[in-house]
């Protein structure tokens, strides 16, 4: 089974790989389906995406993490902390 998750050494890594696949296909399919506006086309984009992403190149797996937390809980932290404000 290590030849479909080459990112994967052990029994753990190869269970977080699995549950971050299927969560982001996931993700790239619901953005995909509202902007494309077919569920066709958008499986066929996340399919792309994700097999890009950790198939081809393992190393880019974090960065869609990372914008999905800043995503869900980055707007309302920024807001209290007001990075994007100057002082005044």
Do not use: R
């Amino acid at each position: 089974m290590n030849f479909l998750l080459p990112i994967a050494a052990g029994a753990l890594e190869a269970d977080l790989v699995i549950v971050l696949t299927l969560f982001y296909f996931l993700w790239i399919f619901s953005w995909g389906k509202k902007v494309l506006g077919s569920a066709k086309l958008a499986v066929l984009f996340a399919l792309i995406i994700t097999y890009l992403v950790f198939f081809l190149h393992p190393e880019l797996v974090w960065i869609p993490v990372i914008i999905f937390f800043l995503a869900t809980f980055g707007t309302s932290m920024f807001d209290k902390v007001q990075v994007f404000k100057g002082k005044e």
